[in-house]
């Protein structure tokens, strides 16, 4: 079955302690991305990724990293994680064409930071 | 103002209504069109993308792009209790070696059995 995987779903943690969620994908996509879904904000980009080795910043890359080794994989790492970054986040892959992009997204991870 | 709107409802129907969900932009550069489908507690899923202006047609489901207007809309006939959901809309185009896209933040559906 084609998805997009990520771990975990729920991860409570506290100020400034580095945490890092996973992203798997295997559709064999080229592009693979990073979401943040806020209350009346709506999903904006945080980080994408155009192909092993090669990232980009999105809307919001504040306080965020990310790294892109393998073709499948995708981690959002957060090395001193703050409240403000309390969110929902969607790794997504995507197929490009001629006529735009498709987004694929995984089921999320709620992050709560104390 | 935003780049996107969309009202967020909630928007109550009963089973077998006609559903008629939008939004409207103010950036003329968009050219592709999208609509996820968003249940609780999951990620959206891709339901109609449409390419520039016109009619895209999928089962109960129609999306329609007015260009002129800066509006999209997604259309769900004979609706079920199961496309209970939060539908978001999202435009994009290409810039600067990528494309970007913009959500709307999501309207929340309920259909009643």
């Known amino acids: 079955e084609a998805q997009v995987t990520q771990n975990p779903r729920y991860l409570i943690t506290v100020t400034g302690k580095k945490l890092t969620v996973t992203c798997s994908q295997n559709?064999?996509?080229?592009?693979m991305s990073w979401y943040r879904q806020d209350p009346g904000l709506g999903l904006r980009q945080i980080y994408y990724s155009m192909n092993v080795e090669v990232t980009d910043k999105g809307d919001v890359p504040e306080g965020y990293k990310v790294s892109r080794k393998e073709k499948r994989n995708f981690p959002l790492i957060l090395e001193s994680p703050s409240p403000n970054q309390t969110s929902l986040y969607f790794c997504a892959s995507s197929l490009r064409g001629e006529q735009g992009e498709k987004l694929f997204f995984g089921s999320g991870t709620q992050l709560s930071v104390l | 103002q935003k780049e996107v709107e969309q009202d967020p409802g909630p928007l109550s129907v009963p089973e077998g209504a006609i559903v008629s969900l939008n939004c409207t932009y103010s950036?003329?550069?968009?050219?592709?069109f999208m609509w996820y489908r968003q249940y609780s507690r999951k990620g959206p899923e891709l339901l109609m993308y449409?390419?520039?202006?016109g009619n895209k047609e999928d089962g109960r489901f129609t999306a329609q792009v007015d260009k002129s207007s800066k509006y999209i809309s997604l259309f769900i006939r004979d609706s079920q209790p199961s496309d209970s959901a939060t539908y978001l809309c999202?435009?994009?185009?290409?810039?600067?070696?990528?494309?970007?896209?913009?959500f709307g933040t999501g309207t929340r559906l309920k259909v009643l059995a």
């Open positions: 559709m064999n996509h080229e592009y």
């Open positions: 999202a435009m994009g185009h290409w810039s600067s070696g990528t494309y970007k896209y913009i």
């Open positions: 449409t390419y520039s202006s």
């Open positions: 950036n003329s550069a968009f050219q592709y």
